[in-house]
């Protein structure tokens, strides 16, 4: 490793972070069984394609990548709030988070 | 930046951020005297008076007893989140104060020292300024849930865990109409840099509406002139956010025992109380920030008072040190008001039920809320016309 | 190494840490703890790209208000440790992992190929002053240039609240019908 790569933080060390991120995110859907880390794992997929918008809005000099920022929080927000109502509901019905037992579409 | 600076500068920035925290911390000691010989005024008996002159001494007394009480973990309890959640308790409060300005910057002129000539330096009277001030302090103060849901899980017992989902719901429904109360502050003001809005508040009561100026000798400039409804609603979420009464469910000893620290003693609890120490101190500053004026003397503007003292003082970095005094002393009197107000409500006006609280914050404080926003909007509309 | 340096590392090590450990952790209380970590992580992240409004709305929003929803779910389910917390099966865990593989390394040496563009600083709004002059400017564009996608994003937050409470919604409770 050069010093200049430890020192001089530039675009790419942002958009490799967040594919990091967004990896990681992506293990924990495949990987993971309760309902509610899946969820998790999908708001931080989400944290790091917001990542990279901003660092793409600061290194170009414009302001979309905020704006889509905004909007894509919001989104997640809602989907979060769709997602925990859907996992309520399921737990009541089956008093269990693992997909494993409610793979089957027989109520 | 940063290692370009100097040593100085560093250290002296440094060391402020060590004074507020500390601020912080040593004032709880005497809110909490405060609230014991006020309580005790209010219900018309004696409160703690045995121990030093006033019971001031009572204090030191409790922090003994505090520090020496037994460790005590219990055994269904997370030890990581068990711990973790009071020392979590302290930060919310402590980062958010730290971006409260009380008082104009300290104009240091070029001095010599340990042989060495050290440049002009500019010291703030706050942590640190954030150009988007009031997001901030809402963001960090947002992160307070954790702490009552780490403690309520961690302590591993049902009383707690009721009392902390009751207290995380109530944190975050009242947050809402928090936000939203300030919303009609913040377009009024035009922005969220809080050292802005209180240089907005200098002088007299002086507006323009519609082309006419309208202005008033008797009235300080203040934001509850212009947000009257604003700064009700806002008094009284910070109230549930700091879980006060009469919106302290959480604690509720009639149904809970105590709520999410009933498993707490000690230093441990110490550390809760606080951190609602802190977001009392958080909202007290706010208050004076937005509808009192902030750090501003009534009717005397900054350039007057900055006049004033260099008139007489022998140096500019007196005057200036003179006129941030001043301004220091202004904040913390208003400052003190709004905890005693704190107190005052907290002995004088009963809990609510929870269901009553739920539809308080959804039904009441948030429409209100949206009403003001949507009627400062139309109004500083017509105001630019 | 220079403070900026320092601060990125700092933060990405802090961010990618707590990232992992939200699906390496059994239990899914911790996971949610982590994950809140992650977004603060990421918030302090976004203060590096000097976007300081957007930083805001995320302590409020993810961490602040999702990231309790999360927490409080789960404690309401009063969830233990997961009996099986992953998946299983050798096949598909191995599928699962070199999709996962070739993704990263995609992702990785698109960024590494690319030839990618060094800071503009001359006209740039987003590092003028201290965080005000680009929450004015945001704001401007927000309400002109995107102002459909704003009030479609209205519209889709109500449907939401709506579609929440409904799902959500038991017999019984605290109030009456």
Redo the contacts between chains.
Sequence with gaps: MNSDF????????????A??????????V?????V??L???I??ML??V??TF??F????????G??M???V??????E???G??????I??RFNE??I?FFEHLKG | ???GKDIFEITVNGLKLVVIFLMMVQAVPILVWLERRGSAFIQNRLGPNRVGPLGLMQLLADAVKFLTKENFVPDTAKPL?YYAAPVFALIPGAVAFSAIPMSTPIQIGVFEMFGQSWGPYTFLVQGY????GI??I???S??A??TL??A??GSGNKYS?MG??RA??QT?SY?LAL?LSIVGVIMMYG???LTDMTMMQQGPLNFSFMGYTVSSPYLPNWGIFFQPLAALLFFTTTFAESNRLPFDLAEGESELVAGFHTEYGGFKFNMFFIGEYGHMMIASGLMALFFFGGFGIPFVSVVELQEWAAGVTATATGASALVAGLHFLSFMVKFSFFLWVFIWVRWTLPRFR??QLMDFGWKTLLPWALANTILTAFIIYAASL | ?????FL??FL?IV??VS??S??LNSN??Y???C??M???G??A??VT???????????????????????????????KK??????RGMFT?GV?LA??GL??GL??GA??SAE?????VA?????T????E??K??GQ??FT??IF?FEA?GV??LV??V??VA??R?KGG??EQ
């Design positions: 430890i020192n001089n933080i530039g675009l790419t060390h942002y958009l490799v972070l594919a990091m991120l967004f990896v990681t995110g992506m293990a924990g495949l990987f993971r069984r309760n509610i880390v969820l998790m794992s708001e931080l944290n790091s917001n990542l901003v660092a809005s600061k290194f170009l000099g414009i302001l979309d905020h704006i920022v905004f909007f929080m919001t989104i997640a927000a809602a979060a709030a769709v925990l109502a859907l996992a309520v509901t737990f009541k988070v693992n494993r | 930046m940063g290692m989140l300024d954030i150009g988007v997001v901030f809402l963001g960090v947002s992160l849930a954790y849901l780490m309520g899980w865990l902390a989902l995380s719901a975050i947050e936000g922005t969220f840099n929870y269901d | 190494m220079t403070a900026d340096a990125f590392w990405a961010t990618l990232g992992l939200v699906i899914p209380i996971s949610a703890l994950l809140a992650t977004m603060v990421v918030s992240l976004f790209l000097n976007a300081y409004f957007i930083a805001g709305v995320q302590l409020i929003v993810y961490a602040g208000a999702v990231m309790v929803l999360f927490v409080m779910v789960i404690m309401l389910f009063d969830l997961d009996l099986q917390t992953f998946a865990g699962k999709s996962v993704i990263a992702v990785v960024i590494k990618l563009f060094t800071e503009k006209d740039n709004p987003v590092t002053g201290n965080g005000m680009s929450t400017a945001l564009i927000l240039k995107y996608g994003l889709l937050l939401i609240a579609g929440a799902l959500a038991s605290t109030h």
